[in-house]
């Protein structure tokens, strides 16, 4: 690729500015400025070989992969791109270095893969400076630093580029009005994507804001009631759960008060700062549990036991609670693992609300018929839970494969289908109890149930989730899971290559304990583990490479000549490509407004006479002077 | 299915050529930034990607609402060589005048071959050479083996044109250059005529009709002049006629008697005045050394390399083989027999390189025409050069028809077959004949 197509080094410097701030990789980016910024200044360069330019870009490519496989398996897959993407220019800096500072001035594609390495059949090239140009924009991008500055930078990025690239044939007033109208239209533009973002989110399905919104939202709960067909669950592990007695059985993520046909919602007053400092009962009741789990981006909803009194090991900025019982934490780590004290029998918390007794009037029908088949009403409330749950368990069966449709799902659940997954039953649960005047939540989080020897704690995969009822009774919320409890059974058994993705998430969590153990935030003693190998494996590969004194780009013009070419240039007569400067000059004699063109003639024959007789002084002075004069005129 | 495939193919050439037509450097770029904006913003509330999309996504817009308004006032000749050789590059020019009252900046001409969309019965038989280098998808897929048909209708490549200022009522010549890739006629259609708009990003592109043809001759190889060492025939009276014209004449044999019907021009006027009675110059036909070259054009679609192959090689001969002292005749069958003689003042080589350059394949069955022919002018030959593609029956009767009738045979099988050896036959392999070929001319040379 021409030389002209290339990033200037400012502007370039400028985008990797732009890149550090929004990342915060201020390190980096000074680094990096400085080597751009320097390349000129730098007066010698590194002579590489096809075969070294082969080595930098497997290194590269080595990089590249590595980063994306430790990214994948520590981050959630919707972070995951953009810890990459943020690290791109990183990864793919060394190869503009390779463009700085060595004879080789563009990549060549057929470098990047093996296949063209072997074929060698393209012989076009990749300019580095235009690649990292994107790269760090699109980068800073994902940095979200909520603020407007972002788009001012970006306006004033791309006008410098488009400054560069315009075409002389329009007017600069014409690019100048241009700008503020692209400037105006792009800001609508971006508003219309928000808003077409918000129209998908309360249209489309579930997948949507599980794949896009990683945390779980503590205020509205989509179900798949409703759904038909058959649920597919994952055996990725969302939890390690240590406990020295028998764990919780339950951890909530999440409770909703307010059911909307086939969603819950909440209603609260928000989120309040809260501490967790210290438990506030004591004694045998009290007990002590360890989670480790992934925290999106420093964020998540925390899946605790009821009546969780203290949280400890938890360096997040923000620990905060609704009244409903979620907890939030905000600017913690990337992964945690954290302690939590509880004690269910202190469950109290908030006390309910009218919210915790309604009943959509579409259900009320069935719901009265089942508490009447079933004689629920007379049931004494000690042993109505136990009641419901028997029904459930004899009456009614766990499902995953769904068949009930999107008109009232509860109702043909409860009266038609008698099948359905922990959903139907948490709510069915909790619109019976409600009806019969026991106020009652909606809750969603994870039930622990499988031991792993491999790891001798529990671990809580995303099959695990769940969902119950709280009903709150003799003054505090107690947990009902009223769902069949051979529901982990019908999950179906793991998949024979569950031990080898087990094993490797067992090595991923080891390593982030590791990591979590670091005192500093200095380079990390582990890293050494990948830094010794790649050391020893750069210095042998590159040993005895040779610097050569930089040979400055050769002016495309003689630079003798380069004040008269200049000047012509602003009458518009540009030399073309296999011109000769006396062809230039006969096409210049037609140009209107051009001063002394036979002196521009005598000037070149002048300098051609300079160039191949090779006469010294007399000639030389000659063409020189007669430049000058002509280069007075044109001056004046 | 295949019409499908083909029709496929067939949109989405057509868009990758709209896209690099339409897109400058820049604009290859601003679109991939735009897309990896896009995959990373696409959800505003965690990125600020969708912020980079918009703005290049209006820039791309703005700038080519420009190209609407792209009138140019240009008048443009093509300048071509006459004639070059296959796989050659050659530089040409436009010599374009700006009728306009403005200058154009920044515009690029280049030369526009159209549409060249092959036939699905063409994408069937064709073999790509480059089968072997391609990956299990491409190979899978067959688009690059459609594309690489497209290219080789097309006939060459074309450098991207040069970007250049023509000054307002000026003319400038516009470099230009195009590598050629296979013999034949090159037709082009038209000119491109692309200018950036006043971001730099989309070209307002406009196609001018201007037909015009470049005559690409076949490739030939360094190849050693042979020996045929055949003895000289008798060549009949009219068979070169050149000859005479040329000065060389029919051997003197004698004076004898005018007899009634004589030509005139043959009075010899000294003896007639000495004896006082008409007297005629006598002549016989002259015996010269006479070689030919049999080109063996009954080849089937799928041996189209061996096909290109033995036309390079005849053409390498016609080229290579001396014509002072003796004659060359090509003989093969086209759209009918054709013999074109080579030397003593007959066809130029060029001239038969010119028709060697568009010879096509014909019918498989043609075989039998051209044994006929050869074997009809065998008595004027002295030796003679088979270019075959196969070695089967009808072939090897040709063969030994003219060696009983004495005649110094080389027979020059281009194919990847394997053939039994034999004294004074040769098998060439399409991919790399000159394996053959370089040892040939030393051997008899």
């Known amino acids: 690729m021409a030389k002209e197509n290339s990033v200037p080094a400012t502007l370039l410097s400028v985008t990797f500015l732009l890149w550090g701030w929004q990342i915060g990789m201020w390190f980096f980016t000074v680094i990096f400025s400085a080597v751009i910024i320097g390349a000129p200044y730098f007066q010698w360069r590194f002579h590489l070989s096809e075969k070294d330019l082969h080595r930098m870009v497997d290194i590269t490519s080595l990089l590249f992969i590595a980063t994306t496989i430790y990214v994948a398996i520590t981050f959630p897959p919707a972070q995951a791109v953009f810890v990459v993407t943020q690290w791109l220019p990183v990864i793919l800096f060394p190869l503009l270095v390779v463009q700085l500072y060595s004879n080789i001035k563009a990549i060549p594609l057929s470098a990047l893969s093996m296949h063209l390495r072997r074929n060698k059949r393209t012989c076009k090239t990749l300019d580095m400076s235009n690649v990292l140009f994107i790269m760090c924009l699109v980068a800073a991008s994902t940095g979200n630093q909520k603020s407007d500055y972002f788009f001012i930078a970006i306006f004033f990025i791309f006008s410098w580029f488009f400054w560069l690239k315009r075409n002389p044939r329009f007017n600069r007033a014409i690019w100048v009005l241009l700008m503020p109208i692209i400037l105006f239209c792009s800001h609508l533009v971006n508003q219309e994507i928000g808003q077409f973002q918000r129209y998908l989110e309360n249209v489309a399905p579930e997948w949507y804001l599980k794949f896009f919104s990683a945390k779980a939202d503590p205020y509205h709960r989509s179900t798949a009631l409703g759904y038909i067909g058959e649920l597919k669950l994952s055996d990725r592990i969302m939890l390690r759960v240590k406990s020295s007695t028998p764990p919780p059985p339950l951890l909530r993520v999440a409770s909703y008060n307010r059911f909307g046909g086939d969603f819950w919602s909440a209603r609260t007053g928000g989120f309040e700062v809260s501490t967790f400092s210290k438990p506030q009962t004591t004694g045998s009741s009290l007990h002590k549990i360890s989670i480790m789990m992934d925290l999106d981006d420093g964020e998540a909803v925390l899946p605790l036991p009821l009546g969780t009194q203290h949280i400890w090991n938890l360096p997040a900025e923000t620990i905060s609670k609704n009244p409903l019982g979620a907890v939030k934490v905000e600017n913690g780590p990337d992964i945690s693992m954290f302690n939590v004290a509880y004690d269910v029998s202190a469950a109290t918390q908030y006390l309910p609300t009218a919210d915790d007794l309604s009943v959509p009037s579409f259900y009320h029908q069935v719901i009265d018929e089942f508490i009447v088949k079933y004689g629920l009403k007379n049931t004494p409330k000690a042993q109505l839970m136990a009641k419901i749950d028997q029904i459930f368990t004899q009456d009614y069966r766990y499902t995953l494969n769904l068949s009930n449709g999107f008109d009232q799902p509860v109702n043909q659940f409860l009266s038609k289908t008698k099948s359905g997954h922990c959903e139907f039953f948490a709510t069915s649960t909790v619109l019976i109890l409600r009806r019969l005047g026991i106020p009652t939540r909606y809750a969603s989080g994870f039930a622990v149930q499988e031991y792993s020897d491999l790891e001798s704690l529990y671990v809580v995969r995303a099959k695990h989730a769940h969902a119950w009822a709280l009903s709150f009774q003799n003054g505090h919320w107690q947990d009902v899971d009223t769902t069949p409890p051979d529901w982990s059974i019908l999950d179906g058994g793991p998949p024979a290559s569950r031990w080898i993705t087990d094993m490797w998430s067992w090595l991923v969590a080891e390593f982030d304990r590791l990591r979590m153990t670091e005192k500093n935030n200095t380079i990390p003693y582990w890293m050494i583990i990948f830094l010794l190998p790649l050391t020893w494996f750069l210095r042998k590969k590159f040993k005895g490479m040779k610097m050569i004194p930089w040979q400055k780009k050769i002016p495309q013009n003689p630079h003798e000549l380069t004040p008269l070419l200049g000047a012509l240039r602003q009458y518009q007569v540009e030399r073309q490509s296999g011109e000769t400067l006396m062809q230039l000059a006969l096409r210049a004699q037609a140009v209107p407004g051009l001063p002394e063109k036979r002196l521009l003639i005598m000037v070149m024959k002048a300098y051609y006479a300079f160039l191949y007789c090779k006469k010294e002084n007399a000639e030389t002075t000659d063409y020189k002077n007669l430049m000058a004069k002509w280069l007075k005129v044109h001056n004046t | ?445």
């Open chain 2, 1 to 445: 299915m295949r019409s499908l495939i083909c029709f496929q193919f067939k949109i989405f050439y057509q868009l990758s050529q709209w896209y690099k037509h339409h897109f400058t450097v820049t604009g290859y770029w601003v679109i991939g930034g735009m897309l990896l904006a896009l995959m990373v913003g696409i959800n505003t509330r965690i990125s600020f990607g969708s912020q980079i999309f918009a703005f290049l996504l209006v820039s791309t817009i703005l700038d080519a609402v420009f190209s609407l308004y792209f009138k140019p006032k240009l008048l443009i000749k093509r300048v071509l060589p006459t004639f070059t050789t296959s796989g050659d590059s050659i530089r040409y020019h436009f010599e374009v005048e700006n009728l306009s009252a403005y200058a154009e900046s920044g515009i690029t001409i280049e030369d526009d071959f159209g549409l060249k969309i092959p036939g699905k019965r063409a994408f069937k038989h064709y073999i790509d050479p480059l089968d072997k280098q391609r990956n299990w998808f491409d190979r899978k897929v067959g688009y690059p083996k459609w594309l690489g048909l497209v290219r080789l209708k097309r006939g060459a490549d074309i450098e991207k044109g040069t970007i250049t200022t023509i000054l307002a009522n000026q003319s400038q010549t516009v470099p230009a250059k195009l590598t050629t890739i296979k013999r034949g006629l090159v037709q082009f259609e038209g000119y491109l005529i692309k200018r950036p708009g006043p971001l730099g990003i989309f070209n307002a592109v406009r196609r001018v009709p201007d037909q015009g043809q470049l005559l690409v001759l076949p490739t030939r190889y360094p190849v050693a002049s042979l020996d045929l060492q055949g003895q000289s025939a008798h060549q009949p009276i009219g068979s070169i006629p050149a000859t005479c014209i040329m000065g060389g004449a029919h051997e003197f044999f004698g004076l004898r008697e005018y007899q009634p019907g004589d030509a005139k021009r043959d009075i010899h006027w000294k003896s007639w005045a000495k004896t006082g009675k008409p007297v005629i110059k006598e002549y016989r036909p002259e015996h010269m050394v006479r070689h030919g070259l049999v080109l063996d054009t009954s080849v089937s679609a799928e041996f189209h390399a061996e096909f290109e192959t033995g036309i390079s090689i005849a053409a390498s001969y016609l080229c290579t083989l001396d014509t002072k002292e003796s004659l060359l005749d090509l003989i093969f069958i086209g759209t009918q027999a054709f013999q074109f003689t080579l030397g003593q003042g007959f066809t130029s080589s060029t001239e038969v390189l010119k028709v060697l350059a568009t010879v096509k394949r014909s019918e498989p069955d043609n075989i039998d025409r051209l044994a006929s022919l050869v074997t009809q002018h065998s008595d004027q030959l002295s030796g003679c050069i088979l270019l075959l593609s196969c070695w089967d029956e009808k072939r090897q009767k040709l063969v030994n028809q003219l060696q009983f009738r004495h005649i110094k045979v080389l027979v020059l099988i281009v194919t990847t077959n394997p053939i039994k050896p034999q004294p004074n036959i040769y098998v060439l392999n399409p991919a790399d004949p000159m394996k053959v070929l370089s040892k040939l001319g030393k051997a008899d040379g």
